[in-house]
């Protein structure tokens, strides 16, 4: 294999990338916890289907869009222009998604979702997607800020990500409590 002038470049945040990937890992194993909580709920099914479907897992794919971009970025390219070329797909594909997330929060029954809720499970994320494309935009020609758009794209995933289990966590104890309280009393 013949290695490029742009390796050293990646070489330089092989540590920001293991990092971010096993942080992306931990968070997703810890989401099982949350999906643990949830099935303890006693709710309405198709109302508890249509909130993990809206707000659980798109956290999870955050947490696996860092994780996915942390093994890319590790792997050992040998020029930028496939490298744009597969984050650029990636953000492409995750703004597809961002589309099935606002149609899956729309149509969660017996919930009317609040302007945090929009702002943290769609705007957000929807803004790191579209960083991933500008940066593949940029990647090819000029590398190293695009690896600054792509870092500041999978922190803000991870933030985001991070805040949105707190918010499910915090929810579903609280609605636990309720539903404790409700039986027996």
């Not at 929060?105 to 919930?111: A, D, G, K, N, S």
């Not at 600054?148 to 579903?172: E, H, K, P, S």
Request: glycine residues 8%; hydrophobic residues 55%.
């Amino acid at each position: 294999m013949i290695q490029g002038s742009e390796l050293p470049l990646l070489s330089n945040w092989q540590n920001f990338y293991m990092i971010m990937g096993t942080a992306a890992a931990t968070l997703t194993g810890l989401m099982f916890v949350v999906t643990t909580l949830i099935a303890g709920i006693d709710a309405r099914l198709s109302t508890l289907n249509a909130s993990v479907s809206a707000y659980n897992t798109p956290t999870v794919v955050h947490f696996g869009t860092v994780l996915l971009l942390a093994g890319i970025l590790s792997a050992p390219w040998e020029t930028f222009a496939s490298l744009s070329l597969l984050v650029g797909l990636l953000g492409l594909g995750m703004v597809f998604y961002s589309i099935v997330v606002l149609r899956r929060m729309r149509r969660v029954p017996h919930y009317q979702s609040t302007l945090e809720d929009w702002l943290w499970y769609l705007v957000l994320p929807l803004l790191t997607h579209i960083l991933l494309i500008v940066a593949a935009f940029v990647l090819a020609g000029n590398p190293a800020p695009a690896l600054y758009i792509v870092g500041l794209a999978m922190i803000l995933l991870l933030l985001v990500g991070i805040r949105n289990a707190w918010d499910m966590v915090t929810f579903l104890a609280v609605e636990r409590a309720h539903a404790e309280n409700k039986s027996e009393g």
